[in-house]
């Protein structure tokens, strides 16, 4: 079966589209996703992102967003896929994930995403036992230092929040697997380090399940509420990632607004065959 699909990306953060909303495409397992995002012998790319029709069990939802990490996982959210599904739909949606149904919007060159509550309580990240979620006494030694006491914050998916002096100079290649994998994290995690400079943050992120990338949507939206929880922002606040800025702004018992770009690289298509 010859498959078409839309390579997209958020601020560097890549995703094969594939749009089974009118059409019906073969189940997408993972070990077909990882296969369509190895960058050698696939399309590459850092998250598969599957649209489909609004199941039963979102009745609001215009459609529904899978997103399969590059190692296959399947999981929640995907704060910079949000924005690319705004911009190939072409309208107002809200849109059904398994981290709950979000709303985008399209705006010049991108879109703005309501991307739900955040929740903190221990089990809702979740974490192995109960712990204070707003500075976890927990720390991670690396070559040159100790990242302690982040905050953890779902945000769809699970994120670990780190504040330190400069993000540049925590090897997070090294201490991101490390932490991404920990017992203390059931689900595995998002491993995020960050800086303050004059308000701003500044992000790199290891990813769950796809290691370091030039973006992170809900990394931006974890680290943003993390930051503002703990006074060291203000709403909205602009957050520096490796690949370009994003707008985050969120009050406390409120919903997270994302702003920022979202653009179409190529089209394409594939053999199903080849890849399943
Ligand atoms: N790696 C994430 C999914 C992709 C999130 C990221 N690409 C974004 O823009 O939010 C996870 O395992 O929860």
């Known amino acids: 079966m010859r498959v078409p699909f839309t390579k997209m990306h958020g ?7 594939l749009d089974a909303r009118e059409r019906t495409l073969p189940p997408v397992t993972g070990p077909v996703a990882a296969a369509l995002a190895d960058r050698r012998t696939g ?8 649209l489909q029709p609004a199941s039963a069990d979102a009745p609001g939802a215009d459609f529904r967003m899978r997103i399969f990490n590059s190692d296959g996982s399947e999981v929640q959210s995907c704060g910079n896929a949000a924005r690319a599904v705004a911009l190939l739909h072409g309208s107002d949606a809200a849109v059904e994930t398994a981290g709950g149904t979000i709303r985008v919007s399209p705006r010049d060159a991108g879109a703005e995403v309501d991307m739900g509550a955040p929740r903190f309580d221990w089990d809702d990240i979740p974490l192995a036992y109960a712990m204070d ?5 927990v720390g ?14 779902n945000v769809g998916n699970p994120h670990v ?10 090897p997070l290649a090294e201490v991101g697997p490390d932490i991404e994998t920990d017992a203390l ?11 303050v400079s004059s308000g701003e943050l500044t ?5 769950r399940g796809t290691g370091l990338t030039r973006a992170c949507g809900t990394g931006a939206c974890a680290t943003a509420v993390a930051a503002i929880r703990r006074g060291l922002v203000q709403s909205p606040v ?17 919903t997270i607004m994302m702003t920022g770009p979202a653009q179409t690289a190529f089209t394409g298509s594939f053999e199903w065959e080849d890849f399943a």
Do not use: K
Request: with cysteine; hydrophobic share 50%; aromatic share 12%.
């Open 238 to 254: 602009t957050v520096h990632l490796p690949g370009g800025a994003l707008t985050i702004a969120w009050q406390q018992g409120g």
């Open 185 to 195: 994290f059931p689900e595995r995690i998002n491993v995020n380090v960050a800086s």
């Open 11 to 17: 601020l560097g953060n890549d995703f094969v589209m």
């Open 140 to 153: 991670w030694p690396y070559a040159g230092g100790t990242m302690h006491n982040p905050a953890a914050v």
């Open 43 to 50: 399309i590459g790319c850092d998250q598969l992102i599957l």
């Open 133 to 137: 979620t707003a500075a976890m006494p």
């Open 161 to 170: 929040v780190f504040f330190v002096e400069d993000a540049y100079a925590v």
């Open 203 to 207: 992000l790199r992120v290891w990813e």
